[in-house]
């Protein structure tokens, strides 16, 4: 920019180790000060945090990928040029120290600012040629100065008219000529009698009419086109103003009019009326503009703000509710573990009287099983939330999943004396293809809550119905829950299946819940292409209705077949245990040798792959292998031991037993090359069953 320089400047040395003197220098300034060299691509050398802050820049970083780090870059697009040449123009006409330009910026967020610029050219020894440059931000500043002209201009236009003219109409022809705005005149007798209207054809053209015809030089030609909602407010003012006999009322109004060709549009009107002594009107003269787009614009911005103000009102909800949520989950959790550490500890002291011990150790249990729930819950949610979960659909017989169902709650249904109704008699077709597993977890979650909140003596009943599908092959089932329980209060329902929400507090309840349930309920729900809706009220109960859409199926329940083989005891089965904790270890081989097994463990996987290699003289019957262990893990060791080269070991039963436990886990392992997958903590009697499924009858 700055190619020709002043002559006879002083020479100045200037390096980096004189930044920090700039800065401390510079710290307590208002506005931002930089230096940039002369020549070139004008590139800066120096910029103080105010000049960073004030293109809305946290950091030097920050600023220079913004700016590019030149002056140039500092500018506006359509002022640079104009500031290049006016402070060329300075050096060359002025004796001036400093040259002064006023430019516009564009800040890091878009905002678009006004600034002073005062430059001072110098010649340095290290840098040559440079510009210190100070900027200020004059944004307000100069949009007051705009105003305060622009109202002075106006007024002294609008004065000077008025004298010089003996007419308001002529007057506001003037203005109008000068805001291209649509104008009207009315005239008025000495009776305050309206003689006359006259509409300008601006006007006519703004609304869409073409002349005099269309649109006649009568008051009804505008007032008919008012929008019916504005109609009487308008017409008040109007009529207010001519009624006015001191004369300070101004007509100035907002409000929709009807055009030809475009619909509604906003205008805005302004009026005023010039007077006789007596107050009566003469004229009443004004003008028309169309301010849709601001309006527009307006609204936008009123919905954008809004928008923004729910946004902030739902992140500070969702941000309260995950508060509450884990005060909640701290209480809940620590309940059952005080419970769980409490219990052993009365049990280990108890030894001598077994009834007793046994006790405390099914409340052990209990509030193990508990805590899991509490666990599985917390784990699902994050799995349905991050798209995790795979619905895994094979033919299911729904009496047999409302059997098993009633066999989950039979226990809590006893201990509560709670009358208990299933009804599926209206099913047609009972086989169908869908999760079961999935299926289960939403039913046993809406029973979960109708056994929790019924009091006792209460009453419980599940519908199952059945209604066409969209497809011969297809149909609609209905599962309808319904309780006696203390019901919801209206405000909870219409959140009852967000996450995290519980309608009071287990503190305050005596009802435990991470508040998940109802949220895991919906998600599976729709991930089945399902519905579920809610009724409710407060102390009469609730019905729960779950609707699904399933394919027919003729196939028998897998399931409830595996669940009719009988099973052979375990005993002098050879197993290899692959488990690295000890006492994972101590449990699993004790609960398999009181079985009548015979045990081997390995503590990680690369010696259960040599275990098993030198074993070929008296083969293992099966290995129960976990999966994350150090040195192998167990799926490596998998894929070893089935790469043997004798065809009897590399065929050995594997089952994976292992904490991993979603349905991914056990494809991987599948996958791997195992037989089956149990999940930690260890369920007896599903450990029992799947050993005996796969190994078959004792040999004699």
Known sequence: MHKDRRKGRELLTLSEQTFP????????????????????????????????????????????????????????????????????????????????????????????????????YVHTETYGDLFYVFLEDVTEKHFKDIDNAYTARLAQERLEALEALAHETTALKMMHEILCSGMWTMEFNPKGEMISVFWSQEFRTMIGYQNEEDFPNVLGSWSDLLHPEDRDRVLKQYYATIDDYTGKSLYDVEYRLLTKNRGYRWFRATGKLSRREDGSPVTYVGMFVDITERKETNEKLREQHQLLEEALAKAQRASHVKTMFLNNMSHDIRTPMNAIIGFTNLAASHLDDQDQARDYLNKISASSSHLLSLINDVLDMSRIESGKVVIDELPCSLPQVMRDLHSMIQPDLETKRLNFRLDDSALLHPNVVCDRLRLNRVLLNVLSNALKFTPAGGDISVVVTERPGPATDTAFYGFRIQDTGIGMAPEFLERIFEPFERERTSTVSGIEGAGLGMSITRNLTELMKGQIVVESEKGKGSVFTCTFPFRLSEEPDGAEAEEDEGGEPLAGRRILLAEDNELNQEIAVTILEEAGCIMDVAADGAEAVEKVRGSSNDPYDLILMDIQMPVMDGIEATKAIRALDDPRLAGLPIVAMTANAFAEDRQRVLSAGMDGHLGKPIDVDKLFSTLQNILGPAQA
């Open 21 to 120: 003197i700039i800065e401390q220098i510079t710290a307590g300034m208002p506005g931002g000060f930089f230096i940039y060299q002369a020549d070139g691509d004008e590139r800066l050398i120096y910029a103080n945090r105010a000049l960073i802050r004030m293109y809305g820049c946290e950091s030097l970083e920050e600023f220079r990928e913004h700016t590019g780090y030149t002056f140039p870059g500092l500018v506006h697009p359509e002022d640079l040029k104009a500031a290049e040449r006016s402070i060329q123009r300075q050096i060359f006409a002025c004796d001036n120290d400093l040259d002064y330009v006023e430019y516009r910026i564009v800040r890091r967020d878009g905002a678009v600012r006004w600034v002073e610029d005062y430059g001072h």
